[in-house]
């Protein structure tokens, strides 16, 4: 005889089962550590190598993470690979890839758009932003909300 549970359940409980097997063939830890490989590796390497996907073995311990290198790094990167293996282990918090296998050839990067430059604000309610933000002067979050400032009223007068 089955038991079956009367009543509401958390989808939070539920939803790793239900989604373990689609993340894993479509690569979520790949998808990740393509976005933020510069942040993983660092610039230098990342300047020369992109990540192109995660390939999983029979076992779960054998995911092999396939990078796109420029032949001139092609040796450097071989020569820093467990380095990097541990990185993006560590970024992810578990032992995601378990070997890197390099292919040599071109690393094209997408070119990132420049963001459109804020409109002036107009004197009083620069200086008005200002007086709200003075007690944060001199750290990256008054930099921050007065950026974030700018662009509100901005955007709040182009649609006046």
């Given amino acids: 005889m089955s038991t079956r549970r009367q009543g509401l359940r958390a989808i939070a409980r539920e939803l790793p089962d239900v989604t373990r097997s689609a993340l894993a ?9 393509i ?3 510069p942040e993983i590796v660092g610039p ?23 990078v796109r290198v420029r032949p001139a790094a092609a040796l450097e990167l071989q020569h820093w690979m467990p380095q990097v293996i541990e990185r993006v282990n560590g970024y992810f918090g ?4 378990g070997h890197i ?3 040599q050839g071109p690393v094209t990067r997408p070119k990132r758009r420049a963001r459109p430059a ?14 709200q933000l003075a007690p944060l002067t001199g750290s990256p979050l008054h930099d921050a909300l007065l950026n974030l ?4 009223r901005a955007r709040a007068a182009s649609r006046r």
Avoid: C, H, I, N
Avoid at 25 to 32: N, P, S, V
Avoid at 118 to 131: G, V
């Fill in 44 to 66: 230098a390497l990342a300047e020369s190598s992109v990540p192109e996907r995660l390939v999983r073995g029979r076992d779960a311990d054998s995911a092999t993470l396939v």
């Fill in 118 to 131: 804020l409109p002036a604000l107009a004197p009083a309610a620069a200086a008005e932003l200002e007086a």
């Fill in 94 to 97: 578990f032992r995601a890839v």
């Fill in 25 to 33: 063939k479509r690569g979520f830890a790949a998808a990740r550590a």
């Fill in 149 to 152: 400032g700018r662009a509100v």
């Fill in 101 to 103: 296998r390099l292919v």
């Fill in 35 to 37: 976005a933020d490989w």
